[in-house]
């Protein structure tokens, strides 16, 4: 196979990621407006497809991270099987939470994948960026999410402590739909752009495309259009965990964590911080939810959540590393 035709086949096995990326990480932008019926899952569903593409057009910084910060631009026929075996790596991992439903993140899977094969591979690892960018904001942000999540949820319940129940819920259930729209914006503004910077990557591997050169449009616009047709197809395992099992969601709290899930997405993206929607969602459900006492959030799932995200990095760069095993004897 030449090396155009084996960039043609990462590029589609990166796309594919990216549906597996939107259907797995559907949950996070629309769980909690489904869960409090302020919206229908279909409708839901359509809308957070429209806006995560809409949020993949807003910068490239975050693809700029993954395709030139994390690890050493590998070259030739080799460096391709590397992308190839990183992204293979990412989909095993992805598919597997998605079957027992649980909500890892699908950004930190393609970034275990990338270090797992790089490592195999021979390849150097950016480790001071690793820390910087993906460590750290990989543990600031869903405690961000948690504090943030508990202290807006706060201030809510301040405001309109004298309010008419029945009339507030009413008005937050219309609330979330805003609230829903601004997270898918936030999920597509991050995970599209992964799978932009993936696709450069190997644009640049293959001699397609200069190491200065911005991302092509043509890129940009698959990558939002693999990630809006991922979530359109729905991930309801994960939703149901996310919308039903850590905490049983209000519309007043469904607005809470999503208003401050898509502050936090949007401004990590502005920064070029891969983070990790699920984390942030998560953990700003459970700050909401801890407003009302510490026992009605379900501590044992947001544990299994937590096992999952600890285990991701190092399980999927395992995976990719037998996938660049499997893979090596087509170079």
């Known amino acids: 196979m030449s090396v155009t035709a084996l960039a043609i086949v990462i590029v589609a096995v990166a796309l594919a990621f990216d549906y597996t990326n939107g259907f797995h990480d559907s949950a ?3 769980a909690t407006s489904v869960s409090t019926r302020a919206l229908t899952p279909r409708v839901a569903l359509a809308m957070a497809a429209v806006m995560n593409v809409l ?4 910068s490239t910084k975050v693809a700029a991270t993954v395709g030139k910060g994390i690890i050493d631009p590998p070259t030739g026929r080799d460096g391709l099987l590397i992308v190839l075996a990183a992204l293979l790596g990412a989909i095993v991992w992805n598919l597997g939470t998605w079957w027992f439903g649980l909500p890892s993140s699908s950004s930190h899977a393609l970034i275990g994948g990338l270090i797992g094969a790089a490592l195999a591979g021979s390849e150097g690892v950016k480790w001071s960026n690793m820390v910087d960018k993906v460590v750290i904001p990989m543990v600031a942000s869903p405690l961000t999410g948690l504090v943030l999540g508990y202290l807006f949820m706060l201030l809510l319940l301040w405001l309109f402590r ?7 819920t009413r008005r937050f259930r219309w609330a979330q739909v805003v609230s829903a729209a601004a997270m898918a914006f936030g999920h597509g503004s991050q995970d599209a752009q992964k799978t932009m910077g993936v696709i450069a990557l190997t644009l640049v591997v293959s001699g397609h495309l200069g190491k200065g050169e911005a991302i092509p449009l043509w890129v940009i616009l698959s990558a939002a259009a693999a990630i809006a047709a991922g979530t359109y197809a729905g991930g309801w ?3 149901r965990t996310v919308g039903r099992r850590i905490y049983s969601l209000s ?3 469904g607005f809470a964590s999503q208003s401050v899930a898509s502050g936090v997405l949007f401004t990590a993206a502005q920064f070029g911080l891969p983070i990790s929607t699920t984390h ?3 953990t700003s459900i459970m700050g909401a939810g801890a407003t009302r006492r510490l026992s009605a959030v379900r501590w044992g ?3 299994n959540i937590v096992g999952a995200w600890v285990l991701t990095i190092p399980a999927s760069a395992a995976v990719a590393a037998l996938m660049w095993v499997l893979l090596r004897p087509l170079s």
């Open 28 to 30: 996070n932008a629309i």
């Open 55 to 58: 949020g993949a057009l807003v």
């Open 162 to 168: 004298r309010a008419n129940y029945h009339r507030t």
């Open 237 to 239: 395992r994960i939703m």
């Open 251 to 253: 519309p007043v709290s």
């Open 280 to 282: 942030v969602i998560s």
């Open 301 to 303: 799932v947001a544990g």
